[in-house]
């Protein structure tokens, strides 16, 4: 069955550090999006891509940047940790065309910075 | 830029009576309009849509959205709740056209008493 899957699941970083959360899915989807969850403000768009080569900023995209050179995968990355930035972090992905359009979650990557 | 309200932090409801989940938007265009649950510790399962047509829409689980244009609305209703629906629940609203990322609510959580 086609999935989406986020690693690793929950990570612990230091301030500074740079930290890469993977994201691949195997719905051979052209969209990816990638949000963060807080509380109080449900979800917030980071950055998101809508094929290969092709990204853009979302509403929160300071301190993160992404990269697709595939289909499948569409990594983030935090160039250099802050404490603001622990949240919990969803990849999703959904078709270009046709009348479905909803968007499939992964399980989440729960990120901690001390 | 689109919004979404949801005005209510937490619905609680008995199990067999009726339950309503309450979302407003604000959208430039034809809204697509999401609702979304997630249960614990996990990622956001997709619950239904509304793209065009009627303006009933049903779901998964049992679930049912009315969308309302006039009041800019897209409520979330079941006729007879299970203690097993208790879960956060999310609407999201993205235009018919342009950037194809959703915009989320920041979530109502539903308590189902047995």
């Known amino acids: 069955d086609a999935e989406i899957t986020q690693s690793p699941r929950h990570k612990i970083t230091e301030t500074g550090r740079q930290v890469t959360l993977a994201c691949h899915q195997t719905?051979?989807?052209?969209?990816m999006f990638w949000y963060r969850q807080d509380l109080g403000h449900g979800l917030r768009l980071i950055h998101y891509?809508?094929?290969?080569?092709?990204?853009n900023k979302g509403e929160v995209s300071d301190g993160y940047s992404v990269s697709r050179s595939n289909t499948e995968d569409l990594p983030l990355t935090l160039e250099s940790a802050a404490s603001s930035q622990t949240s919990v972090y969803f990849c999703?992905?959904?078709?270009?065309?046709?009348?479905?359009?909803?968007?499939?979650f992964g399980p989440g990557t729960r990120l901690t910075v001390t | 830029a689109q919004s979404v309200a949801q005005p209510e932090d937490q619905v609680n409801v008995a199990e067999g009576n009726p339950l309503t989940v309450k979302c407003t938007y604000s959208?430039?265009?034809?809204?697509?309009l999401f609702w979304y649950v997630q249960y614990p510790n996990r990622g956001l399962q997709f619950l239904l849509k509304?793209?065009?047509?009627?303006?009933l829409v049903k779901g998964s689980y049992g679930f049912e959205a009315e969308f309302n244009k006039s009041q800019t609305s897209f409520h979330l209703k079941k006729p007879s709740a299970l203690v097993s629906d208790s879960a956060l629940y999310f609407c999201?609203?993205?235009?018919?056209?342009?950037?194809?990322?959703?915009?989320f609510g920041s979530g109502t959580r539903l308590q189902v008493q047995p």
């Open positions: 999703a992905s959904s078709e270009s065309s046709g009348a479905l359009y909803e968007q499939y």
């Open positions: 719905w051979n989807h052209n969209n």
């Open positions: 891509s809508y094929g290969v080569q092709d990204t």
């Open positions: 959208v430039s265009g034809n809204p697509y």
């Open positions: 509304y793209i065009t047509g009627d303006n």
């Open positions: 999201a609203v993205r235009p018919d056209t342009g950037r194809r990322a959703l915009t």
